[in-house]
Nanobody
């Protein structure tokens, strides 16, 4: 059983940076896609960034392209989300997710139901 534990959230001023970490215990390679989702109060959960762990291919939501970077350290079984130039609208609970699925078309960010494993979330608050 894979367990995901996020860390690195916090409060920051607009324009600042944070790095989120997602440590996977258990068999890391049971997920060929790892992703970060976020959910703000009163809003639906949305995909932020994903990585195809086999080849390191990355995917980003338009809202974070050029500002966020997802990466992985397979030796540590950890996925990171480097967030730069943060905006107040980035404030949300951020969740790490992992899934083993075949992507036929589209982005893994749109396949939320395909992710089997979820972390408990870490809060990110960006003050204006």
């Amino acid at each position: 059983q894979v367990q995901l534990v996020e860390s690195g959230g916090g409060s920051v001023q607009a324009g600042g940076s944070l790095r989120l970490s997602c440590a996977a215990s258990g068999y890391f390679y049971s997920s060929n896609y790892m992703a970060w989702f976020r959910q703000a109060p009163g809003k639906e959960r949305e995909g932020v960034a994903a990585i195809y762990t086999v080849a390191g291919i990355t995917y980003y939501a338009d809202a974070v392209k050029g500002r966020f970077t997802i990466s992985q350290d397979k030796a540590k079984g950890t996925v990171y989300l480097q967030m730069n130039s943060l905006k107040p609208e980035d404030s949300a609970m951020y969740y790490c997710a992992g899934g083993q699925f075949r992507l036929i078309v589209g982005s893994p960010l749109g396949a939320m139901s395909s992710y089997n494993y979820w972390g408990q979330g870490t809060q990110v608050t960006v003050a204006s």
